[in-house]
């Protein structure tokens, strides 16, 4: 018998049980709706969060850090020549040493402001590294001869929002109180204070990667290592060119130093963490979805159950008639595979209205938090902006699921009629 | 003349719960091509048994059988299929047509199955149905048939393969006698014009008389053969 008739007396019979077929076909088109739905909204979900990170870590610069991390960080320092020697790693952009110096409060007149740090800076590299971070509200970048020129990060120029009048301004004299730990003759702290020219104040910018310029200030990396009467570097900061390389090239880094001195901060990597946590989530929710697609297997394999028992008498018609088990096989299979297609074409279609549904209200509803920490991002509330994402893949592995599923429950009622005897199902009332 | 059907020493039980029903004890005939036979005996005789078991919907317990030279015994299931499909007719004593399709689509079924093209299927139902005189209710399903009619259907639908024997199982005995007749007559009409051997089960000594030969079943054994004069009733 030809397959095309085989399927055309399939849906012959699925036509003429109108409503049985169509609540059997309504159980994988839920269970194809939930794959689907999780599917397009969980990738969107995913890139919404990966956009949100990918602006918020820089991934193009690594930071290194003398020491671990979690160990405490070593008192070790980076030399010039670590730097020289950084630079020359192929997809380096740029390499740049700072010092840093803690507890710094401000005096202009009678304005009294603190800063998280003071952070010694080569202006002209620094602003390489960070160029969507480094930029000026007012004033401009410090001349590079000058050693008493400051820069103040935005929080610490505006300490409270609602305050008219900025600290300072360019062209302002300041005076600053450092606490700076001197290691000579015994490690202690001196309090000293400096005078200094503001060359600019920075914009809001908020904390992307591990460092938040708002509370910082800026101040020539020479005067820093005067004031410390030393030639190195606290951090480091790399610029690469592509962050693809990022991994590659904080290996090459580590490579320079002897074994465990030095913790490279790779926001790539801590993305791609991220991104994998998603990945297991999001097939954890898939997986749950699939369960109501077994249940709708398991409701066709019921339906087509009854259907041969109904249908004994036919069965043995056609098998009197010449047709062969196999014929009978092909025809119930085409049955369960037709509920298969359709159920699985429309529930794609659903799923993808729902998650497209879903999305406009959640994206309506939910606003991530915004609260006055360090951690702020910089611009206004941002709406959770999920797009649900069309991905031909899973359109394509929901409907061969579907059909799978269906053809896998239909084949025990298929084979039990196509085994049926022909004398006795002819007999059976 | 050929023979066409070589029924050899045939043996069939059944078993009914633990018990083993003998329904067929040794059972031997032969029908030559253009034959028309009929099997006559009362209920529970092994008519339809032994009917099944030429038709290949069923297989001996011993013995063997011939039909057109292939001996159904060593056919696999598909062999038997198709043999079933290409030369052998069925017509029921319930007509068994499929109640959701017309009367034409009924005929075009063995058709369809053997994988003629449906245009060349639907013409050569379409000229069966003229030939048992129903080209006017091709589209009626069964329901909206008469008995008469749907077996006239089933009839069709048995020759439209052009097999080389049709086998009918107390084609009759759903109908009443009038049109019982008419059956037979038409079988006969058939059986002269196309020379395809009918064997048909009957326990109407009536009908039975209508055959070239009559076999007398009884309790699963043939008590005798006998050559009918050729009889037609108007």
Known sequence: MRLSRILTMAWESLTQRKLRTSLTILGVVIGITAIIGLASLGEGFRLDIRKRMQSGFELDNLTIIPGSLFAGLSRERFTDEDIQNISKILGVKIVTGIMQIGNVTLYNGSKTVQAFVATGVNFTEFIQVFPDRFVFENGTIPEEDRNDTIVIGYKVNHPTENETAPFAGANDTITLTLQVLLKTPFPHYEQTDYNFTVAGTLRKTGTPGITNFDYWIFIPLETTREIYDTQESDLIFVRVYNSEDSERIAKDIEALFPPFRITILVPLMLIKQVDNILNIVQLFLMAIASISLLVAGIGIMNIMMVSVMERTREIGILKAVGAKSRTVLGMFLAEAMLIGIIGGLIGVLTGYGLSYALALMLSSFIHPQQQGTTFQTPEAPQRLNITPVFSPEWTVIALVFAVIICVIFGLYPARKASRLNPVEALRYE | ?234
Do not use: C
């Open chain 2, 1 to 234: 003349m050929k023979t066409l059907l070589d029924v050899h020493d045939v043996k069939k039980a059944y078993r009914m719960g633990k018990v083993l029903v003998p329904a067929l004890r040794g059972v031997s005939f032969d029908a030559e091509e253009g034959e028309f036979l009929t099997i006559f005996g009362p209920s529970g005789s092994g008519k339809s048994t032994l009917l099944h078991l030429v038709g290949g919907l069923d297989r001996p317990d011993e013995g063997e059988i011939l039909i057109d030279g292939s001996n159904i015994l060593k056919l696999s299931d598909d062999k038997l299929a198709e043999l079933r499909l290409t030369k052998i007719g069925f017509v029921f004593q319930f007509f068994n047509l499929l109640p959701r399709l017309t009367a034409l689509k009924n005929v075009v079924l063995p058709l369809t199955i053997a994988g003629v093209p449906e245009k060349e299927a639907l013409e050569q139902a379409k000229e069966i149905l003229r030939l048992v005189g129903l080209e006017a209710r091709t589209n009626h399903r069964p329901s909206e048939l008469s008995g008469g009619e749907q077996q006239r259907v089933a009839m069709a639908r048995a020759l439209v393969n052009s097999p080389k024997i049709v086998l009918a199982d107390e084609p009759t005995g759903n109908l009443d006698t009038k049109t019982g007749w008419e059956i037979v007559q038409l079988m006969r009409k058939l059986n002269e014009d196309k020379r395809q051997t009918f064997v048909v089960v009957t326990h109407d000594p009536h009908i039975a008389e209508a055959a070239d030969r009559i076999i007398y079943l009884k309790d699963g054994l043939i008590e005798g053969i006998k050559e009918a004069p050729r009889r037609n009733k108007q």
